[in-house]
Every structure is written in structure tokens, then in C-alpha cells.
């Protein structure tokens, strides 16, 4: 069972380039989140979506985007990175959330700005 | 807003003894849940247990247990008989009808 897949895990950028993250889930899941973790952060959400072509701001949108074209993808954005913004990037599905049903992560993507 | 505080950055215990951890939320919500995440080195997220804030029995898994006080807002997570495999960062975590926000994170050490 694959469950959430990110792609890539690795990847090192130069400010100002661009990339889209992957996250795709095989479990038929509405409810997709993005987050990013630092030290000493604990996980902080990105943006996320509640189904297919919605997408609504977490607490640290600025400087991403993200679309939800189809059910089982979400990706993620950088149009113009910053260092600020090297972090380890998780992606998380789940049912529904209001169904106590909780959420299934990724293995992360570990994003480097230089 | 919700809020989740875990005010411990760091703790140890010795392999077969017990650990608590401390977690403190807040919410506006009247339903809810609540959610210890466990990340190993391999960087996984791995949910170690879960409670809904309606039920009063507080929610066990073999070694891992919470207690859960709900008029006081707080979620802490009892470890028994801790095994070197325990040592991770745990993640309290309180979710709504959308969103779920996670603590800062607390080091969990386990001594030989």
C-alpha cells in the first residue's frame, strides 16, 4: 500500500527558481494539507483542501501556491524561492477531518534554498 | 484560534520506566480531537493515539496511554515501560472541523 507519496524527497534550489512538489494518495481521501517543519516549529500548515478543486490558506501561505485538479494529487508551489523558505515539506491526507479521522503523512521532501 | 503548547522541548527517561508528556490546547470548538504523533530519526510521522474530546475514557495503546482533562484544556501522554525504540520527537496535535494544529514538539530521549 503506497498510502501518500511526495516527490521529490530531495531537492536543491537557487533563490528565485521555481518547483512544484508532488503529493499524490491512493486511500481515496477528501481532506489534503501541506506543511512545512523547522527546528523548533513543530509542523506549521501551508494550505490545504477539503476536495477536489478547493483549496483554502493554512497559517504560512505567503510565498506558495497550490492546486487540487484532481482528488488524489495536491501540489505545492514555489514561484520564486527564497531561502527562507528551505524547510522539510510534508504532505498529509485524511478522510474527513470533522470524522475524527486522523491524518496520513508523507515521508517529507527536504527543500534547500541556496 | 487554535492553539496547541507543549512545554517541554526536551525530555529523558531510563529504558523501562515511565515518561509523561505535557501538551496544553485551546480551541473554540465544542467537537473535537486530539492526536499524538510520534517522529523518529527516519523523519516519519507515525500516530502513536488518538481521543475525541466527547468521550471521557481516556484513550491506551499497549504502552501509551493519555489523561485527558478536558475542562482543563489538557493532553498529556503517558509512556510505560519505555524501550529504546521510543526516542523520537512527539507531537501533540488538536484538530477541528478543518484544520489540525500541531505543538512544537518535545525530544523524547531514552537512556540504556
Known amino acids: 500500500n503506497a498510502g501518500v507519496t511526495q516527490t521529490p524527497k530531495f531537492r536543491v534550489l537557487k533563490t528565485g527558481q521555481s518547483m512544484t512538489l508532488l503529493c499524490a494518495q491512493d486511500?481515496?481521501?477528501?481532506?489534503m494539507y501541506w506543511y512545512r517543519q523547522d527546528p523548533g516549529m513543530g509542523l506549521r500548515l501551508i494550505h490545504y483542501s477539503v476536495g477536489e478543486g478547493t483549496t483554502a490558506k493554512g497559517e504560512v501561505p505567503d510565498g506558495y501556491n497550490v492546486s487540487r485538479l484532481k482528488k488524489q494529487n495536491f501540489l505545492l508551489g514555489l514561484e520564486s524561492a527564497a531561502p527562507s523558505q528551505t524547510s522539510v515539506y510534508f504532505c498529509a491526507s485524511s478522510y474527513e477531518t470533522g470524522d475524527y479521522q486522523p491524518q496520513h503523512f508523507g515521508d517529507g521532501t527536504r527543500l534547500s534554498i541556496l | 484560534a487554535q492553539t496547541v503548547t507543549q512545554s517541554q522541548p526536551e525530555m529523558s527517561v531510563q529504558e523501562a520506566e515511565t515518561v509523561t508528556l505535557s501538551c496544553t490546547y485551546d480551541t473554540s470548538e465544542s467537537d473535537y480531537y486530539l492526536f499524538w504523533y510520534k517522529q523518529p530519526p527516519s523523519r516519519q510521522m507515525i500516530l502513536v493515539i488518538r481521543q475525541e474530546a466527547y468521550k471521557q475514557q481516556n484513550a491506551t495503546e499497549n504502552r501509551f496511554s493519555v489523561n485527558f482533562q478536558k475542562a482543563a484544556k489538557s493532553f498529556s501522554l503517558k509512556i510505560s515501560d519505555s524501550q529504546l525504540g521510543d526516542a523520537a520527537m512527539y507531537f501533540c496535535?488538536?484538530?477541528?472541523?478543518?484544520?489540525?494544529?500541531f505543538g512544537k514538539g518535545t525530544k523524547l530521549t531514552v537512556n540504556p
Open positions: 496535535s488538536q484538530g477541528g472541523s478543518e484544520k489540525l494544529v
Open positions: 486511500m481515496n481521501h477528501e481532506y
